[in-house]
Every structure is written in structure tokens, then in C-alpha cells.
């Protein structure tokens, strides 16, 4: 697999048509075009942060919502996205960009141990990209929980996650 995780077949099942547009126009469109849809969001978050999340959680399953809503995690999330914008918006829409390119090796050549946590509830990255990871990565561990989604599965299972990349056992 010499592609992009979102051009993979079957990996985008349940992405709105807008979520296609954006990964399209990632991949294609200059990146002026980038940097230009992003400032309203950089905008909304400096204006009125409370909006700004409301706008950005639409959508998302009620388990990133009430993760998302905690307060530690809700202020750090904030601060991580006025902090992506900071500078303006380049950085953000060259990340997204890059992020759509092809990645110039197949997921078949990786030969490091890799561990694959995926939120069985994600809207942002879907399910069946985690599981197409998965099965095309040799020797890939991956943990797939129910009821998760995308922003939650950190907050909910840090503990876990690190004990696997650690080399401990999740059922300690």
C-alpha cells in the first residue's frame, strides 16, 4: 500500500460527503486554498472558544463529547488548537495536507513492533481504516473498543495504552 489511509478501499465507510470533500481537496487543491478555510476556525477558537467546540463536536459520538467536555481534557484541547493556530493558519492546513498524501512506503515494510488502538465509535478516522491497518501490517497488535471514539480513547485508557508500549500487560 503505497497510498494515503483515506484513498484505501473500504477504509473511509461512514464519512460524510464534506469529510470526502476536505480529504479530496487535502490531497489536490493548493494550499492557499487550505490556509483560507481554516481561518475561520482559527478565528471562532480566539473570538468564542465554547462556540468554536460547539461547532467542532457536532457529530462526534457521545463518548468524545463527554471526554471532550471534562474539564482538564476540554481546556487541554483548547489550548492545543489556539496553539496550532498561533502562528496563523500555514502550519494546520499543510499538516491536513500532508496527511492526504500518498506515503511513499507500503504498511507491508514496516517491520517495527506496532501497536493499533482504534475506537470502534471514531467519525474522524473510521473503524474499518483501523482494522485494513491492522491486517496489512505485520505482526500489528490492535485493540479495538467498543463504545470509543475518537478524542476518547486516550482519556479513558492512557493507562492501558502505555502498559502496552511499554511492554506490559494490559491485564495487570
Same mark, same amino acid.
Given at each position: 500500500l503505497r497510498e494515503t489511509w483515506w484513498s484505501m478501499p473500504a477504509t473511509t465507510a461512514g464519512w460524510s460527503r464534506a469529510q470526502r470533500a476536505?480529504?479530496?481537496?487535502?490531497? *489536490?487543491?493548493?494550499? +492557499?486554498?487550505?490556509?483560507?478555510?481554516?481561518?475561520p476556525v482559527a478565528r471562532a477558537?480566539?473570538?468564542?472558544?465554547? /462556540? /468554536?467546540?460547539?461547532?467542532?463536536f457536532h457529530g462526534?459520538? %457521545? &463518548? %468524545?463529547?463527554?471526554?471532550?467536555n471534562e474539564p482538564g481534557v476540554k481546556q487541554d484541547f483548547v489550548d492545543t488548537l489556539r496553539e496550532a493556530f498561533r502562528s496563523g493558519t500555514a502550519g494546520v492546513a499543510l499538516d491536513f495536507a500532508l496527511g492526504m498524501k500518498? +506515503? !511513499?512506503?507500503?504498511? &507491508?515494510?514496516?517491520?517495527?513492533?506496532? #501497536?493499533?488502538? #482504534?475506537?470502534? %465509535?471514531d467519525t474522524i478516522v473510521?473503524?474499518?481504516?483501523? *482494522?485494513?491497518? /491492522?491486517?496489512?501490517?505485520p505482526g500489528c497488535t490492535?485493540?479495538?473498543?467498543?463504545?470509543? !471514539? #475518537?478524542?476518547?480513547?486516550?482519556?479513558? #485508557? /492512557?493507562?492501558?495504552?502505555?502498559?502496552?508500549?511499554c511492554g506490559e500487560s494490559r491485564t495487570r
Open positions: 476536505k480529504a479530496f481537496l487535502g490531497r *489536490h487543491a493548493p494550499l +492557499w486554498i487550505g490556509e483560507l478555510a481554516m481561518k477558537l480566539r473570538q468564542d472558544p465554547d /462556540a /468554536a467546540l460547539r461547532r467542532l462526534l459520538p %457521545d &463518548a %468524545d463529547v463527554v471526554a471532550l500518498p +506515503w !511513499g512506503f507500503g504498511t &507491508a515494510d514496516i517491520s517495527a513492533q506496532v #501497536h493499533l488502538w #482504534h475506537g470502534e %465509535d473510521p473503524v474499518s481504516m483501523g *482494522h485494513r491497518l /491492522a491486517q496489512s501490517i490492535a485493540t479495538f473498543l467498543p463504545g470509543e !471514539g #475518537h478524542f476518547s480513547l486516550l482519556p479513558n #485508557h /492512557a493507562t492501558e495504552i502505555l502498559r502496552a508500549v
